[in-house]
DNA sequence: GATTGTCTACGAATTGTTTCGTAAGCAAAC
DNA sequence: GTTTGCTTACGAAACAATTCGTAGACAATC
């Protein structure tokens, strides 16, 4: 199945995925901090989302609880995928190369990389 | 300025960008290969670009020659850059590790990215 | 039991993207 | 000079995303 939020579906996601299940009314007070909107549509994109599959929602309330019904990592790495197609030409390490270098990584997260890589690394020589 | 291409004008990016200044049938048939398409679709989404200043028309002959009016390297950074922000909360290293782990890279790409990353490191020393 | 506040549902307006039909210009071929 | 073929320009239709007003349901409060 393919997963392809828009950037406002994005944004309900992440506030879903940091906080896990939640109401209307506390995914659009996350959202009212960093942008004007209305409740309504903050109501509205999410019945979307759930019509789309995205989210799961529990009506046994009266507010509607809903949840997140893609995983984060799994819609990170369609995200991923598509933008290395599009944008890269299918090069994985473009895309590295281009996160690398307009936003230097400190020491730690750059042993993590290593880290990473030199696994990579091992499988390559098998 | 902010560069934020669909992804059919970023298709047509893709091609300006590899094979230099272009006609719209040129670009058109580059398209083709890959997707059913009007031709006046291709020149319709060519003038919009245009009118968006993405691309420059030089109309001094009939068939007018579209280029590319944004650079490759400055529109894949705006795009990985949108992405690290509302993708992956602001850090960078997870989405190479996401990259990476989908798709790993061979040997070759890896030994690039272990250049660039030592290169980082020295700069982190100092 | 009327009022108030919060919720969902619904539909419509707005905006942006994509698609393409049609007309008009122009030059080469007949 | 008329036909043919390729070009641009224009406008409209189709579609999707976003926004929000309004109505109705329901429960707590007066």
Do not use: C
Not at 16 to 43: D, F, I, M, Q
Request: proline letters at 2%; aromatic letters at 4%; charged letters at 30%.
């Amino acid at each position: 199945m393919n997963i392809k939020p828009t950037d406002s579906e994005l944004e309900i996601l992440n506030i879903l995925w940091e906080k896990g299940p939640s109401t209307v009314r506390e995914v659009h007070e996350v959202l009212e901090k960093n942008k004007e909107a209305g409740y309504t549509t903050t109501l509205k994109l999410m019945q979307i989302m759930h019509e789309k599959n995205l989210l799961k929602r529990d009506v046994s309330n009266k507010s509607h609880v809903y949840t997140a019904n893609v995983s984060q990592e799994k819609t990170q790495g369609q995200i991923v995928k598509r933008m290395i197609d599009n944008v890269f030409n299918g090069s994985a390490s473009q895309l590295v190369m281009q996160a690398l270098g307009n936003h230097k990584p400190n020491t730690e997260e750059l042993n993590e990389i290593k880290k990473y890589l030199e696994e990579i690394e091992k499988q390559n020589r098998k």
